[in-house]
């Protein structure tokens, strides 16, 4: 049977107080609507339609390059009609498995237990519930003195008994897609936002005698709903827990868990130990027996194997095997270091490669450089790229050795092998195997300190 999901995503989720369109909102770094995307895939579904609306430039841009559909829902008059707007994108026969874009925490086995169910079942609905303690917000489940399922209410619909229901809606069904379209015509917007309810579709299934089924969730958690910045810190507080609970799983030490924030697309090789207070984010891959931290931020970078990277602050940068960074450096953007390079304390490089063995041990910017192997470059030498207009190039061939406080006047190119005199500000290109030095004659005058104590 082919499935495809419909994911709701037109909101505005005004809940969120926010110029952004609720889904786009991150959790452990990822879209909120990301994650659901993922957990769908991850059940083995490759049709997915996405249902947009408010402010929906920004939810296409999080899925650029995907395959993934989009339906326009232009005006948000509620998840019935919202799902109806999907009906020319979906087969007939198919199943179609509905969620909602604000339900992160949603885990792969459950849609599959889900899907199971309604095909084993051969429902023509099923809903996936789950019981919550304090169930206020979502729509409660209804059953019968029998226990069969009758209807959802949704919170600001229910009377007070039916707010004492514990067993809520997660607003995630499936269907056999041509009963649900025909249901979802029948809709009538009679509820206290006035809005085409897809819930509703579940009663006017029952009344033709289609069979509705209802699966609990096993987990509650799984479909926690973020409509408020606060169910959103939540969120993220699980999506955290459990994203460093499988790095552990995996082999990475942790040390001081609570301390570390690792983004839910960062993947870390065993035997690699991660210090406290540390933040690794976006998509960025670390090797097997590194130690990163403590006090370190790593974004979107890919880092090797027995790299040590401490106090320091990486962005968009690639670090090969066996590299040492900091304390307190700063890699930025395009930072290309090769196999065994060295950046020590107070040094920041952008947009530079630098070669195998080469060391920047201190004190220094290199900026728009290419840096050979085996290079050393002196505490306090910095590349002068920027003449107030355009940016400019310096080169460093194998081996060059440029003395402490060096300046680089770019465009400049140190021949392999060459030496700069410390304090030197080099303008002009300097030949292989040479010297160069720029610098006054030191004076010696006879000098006496006034105050000689
Ligand atoms: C919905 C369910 C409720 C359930 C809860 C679970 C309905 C009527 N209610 O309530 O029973 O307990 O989810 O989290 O379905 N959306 C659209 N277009 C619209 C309206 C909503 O695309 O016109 C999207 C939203 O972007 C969101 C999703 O549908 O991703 C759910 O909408 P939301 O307003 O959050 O529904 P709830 O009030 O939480
Ligand atoms: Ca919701």
Redesign the pocket.
Known sequence: MSCTAV???????VRMKSHL???VHKAAGKP??AHVVDAVRAAGIEDIIL????GREHVQKIFAGQPVKFVV?E????????LQQAQGAVDPDSTVLVL????PLLRASTLQLLLEHHQKCQAHATVLTTFLDDPA????VLRDEKGSFLR?V???DATPEEKQVKE?????YCFQAGKVFQALQQLQPL?A?G??????TLEILMAEGCRVEVVPAAEPEE???V?DRIQLAQAEKILRQRKNLELMRDGVTLIEPDTIIIDSDVTIGCDTIVWPFTLIQGKTSIGEACEIGPWTNINDSRIGHRVVIESSRVKEAEIGDDCTIGPYAYLRPGTVLLEHVKVGDFVEIKQSTVGVGSKIPHLSYVGDAIVGREVNIGAGTITCNYDGQRKHQTILEDQAFIGSNTNLVAPVRIGKASVTGAGSTITRDVPPNSLAVERADQRVVPWKKKHDH
């Open positions: 994911i709701l995503a037109a909101g505005k989720g369109p609720k889904v909120l609507v249902v947009v609306g408010h829902q005006q948000q008059l509620g998840t019935g009609h919202a909602a874009g604000d339900t917000g979502y729509g409660r959802i949704e919170d600001k809520i809606n997660s607003g995630i509820n936002q809005e085409y309810y897809l819930t509703d479909i926690h709903g409509n």
